[in-house]
């Protein structure tokens, strides 16, 4: 079993350059399946998600290459089968993209239940009542389910709640269908307008994409082009929290700073300086960080993927600051295992309520998501001795490359196999 190893560190600095968004990526190459000839990606990041749609579309007749420069070209003429396995689309959250991409051309596909990042209380229902307003039929079974509609007719879709997957989603299936479809109460992060973008550069008609009223067109083709997917926003928020660990400055490069504002209000709240241009960001510390509050919001407010290693930060800042967290209430794994490190953190409801200032200690530590790896590793940082983090797989699904990342910035992190005593791993669990 292999881990990551963080031993303290002193004040990080140096440049990292971001890479392409992991959740547009995942609606990018989902989306691809909708052109009738062929597409290039620009900046997917090589993760572990990536190899699993890989996987995907060598059961369908989706052919994707890695160029040697990076770019990814898609093939989608060669599609015979909108069946998606079980197994494989389980293996990650954004498998539902498969469903509004394939459903106009084959009118029928079977999906796994998505996977990924487990915060109890992720359902596809917004997804579900999109697609049958478009006129699909969806029948459950244990580990799977079916999608079917003889034809997708334009329709008012009004969401019960915001939601980025849902509203990504609906526009894919609605690319494609007869007639007019509203999207109502949509997500307006960038990831759901560099969708639309994409998909408008291969011949959709898709309006107000970044409002919460979309209007799509349906057209009946869509033809190829070459697009660059945008940066992460939330790998460029972990490494500005980075500079704060222990005082330091990092340029993160690379970046659309519009895209990261509640972030960077919060970083300056607690102390940190900005320096902002065009493409790059750099956060600037002492070390000396004041306590705040953090409300999760879908955008443009505070997002719950940055809710994690932003409390990892907090464990630096003297007083008591409290994290609520709206999105995924349930997003709290990380907490107990930051209190294995030492941590004076408690969590009550939906509130994680966080005592700056105690000194942490290495120990071992388990990862559940790739935010919770991202916060373990911050806190691994400012841990006197070394600290453990098994899990890495979940840190994969999101960074391309996170140890040499760090390690340039100065990190003393590494990667390595566990081989230890017995004794010592019936300790660990």
Not at 26 to 33: D, K, P, T
Not at 97 to 107: D, M, P, Q, T
Not at 317 to 339: C, D, W
């Amino acid at each position: 079993m292999d881990y990551i190893q963080v031993q303290g560190s002193g004040p990080l600095h140096g440049t990292v350059s971001i890479q392409g968004s992991k959740n547009s990526s995942l609606a990018l190459l989902a989306a691809s399946c909708l052109a009738d000839a062929t597409v290039t990606l620009e900046g997917i990041p090589d993760i572990y998600d990536f190899r699993v749609i890989r996987q995907i579309g060598k059961d369908i007749g989706l052919q994707i290459d890695r160029m040697p420069t990076g770019e990814m070209l898609l093939d989608p003429r060669y599609i015979h089968s909108a069946v998606i396995d079980p197994g494989k689309a389980s293996a990650y959250r954004a498998s539902y993209y498969f469903v509004g991409a394939l459903l106009a051309k084959f009118g029928k596909v079977t999906v796994g239940f998505p996977g990924g990042d487990d915060f109890v209380s992720r359902p596809i229902d917004q997804h579900i009542k999109a697609l049958r307003l478009l006129g699909a039929e969806v029948t459950f079974f244990n580990d799977y389910y079916i999608v079917e509609a003889k034809q997708l007719r334009g329709a008012d879709i009004y969401f019960d709640m915001i939601t980025s997957g849902a509203t990504i989603n609906a526009m894919l299936a609605a690319v494609r269908a007869e007639g007019r479809t509203r999207l109502y109460n949509a997500a307006m992060d960038p990831e759901v307008v560099d969708t639309a973008n994409f998909l408008n550069q291969l011949g959709a008609k898709i309006v107000g994409a970044g409002t919460d009223h979309i209007r799509i067109d349906g057209v009946p083709f869509l033809g190829g082009g070459t697009y660059t997917v945008i940066p992460d926003r939330l790998i460029a928020g972990a490494f500005l929290m980075a500079a704060g660990m222990k005082g330091g400055s990092i340029t993160v490069n690379n970046v659309i700073p519009e895209h990261m504002g509640s972030c960077l209000a919060k970083l300056r709240e607690i102390g940190m300086d900005l320096e902002i241009t065009d493409q790059s960001i750099t956060a600037h510390s002492t070390g000396k960080l004041r306590a705040t509050r953090i409300r999760t919001g879908m955008y443009p407010g505070f997002a719950t993927d940055l809710q994690q290693p932003f409390t990892a930060l907090l464990l630096q800042a003297q007083g008591k600051s409290i994290v609520t967290e709206r999105v995924y209430p349930k997003r709290f794994n990380h907490i107990q295992q930051l209190k294995r490190l030492g941590a004076d953190v408690e969590v009550r409801k939906e509130s994680a309520f966080i005592r700056g200032g105690t000194p942490l200690k290495g120990n071992w530590v388990h990862a559940t998501d790739v935010r919770a790896g991202t916060c373990l590793l911050l806190a691994g940082l400012i841990a006197e001795g070394v600290t453990r983090i098994t899990g890495i797989e979940h840190i994969e699904r999101g960074y391309e490359n996170a140890i040499q990342l760090f390690r340039s910035l100065g990190a003393n992190v590494s990667l390595q196999s566990l081989h230890v005593e017995a004794e010592n791993m019936s300790q660990f669990q």
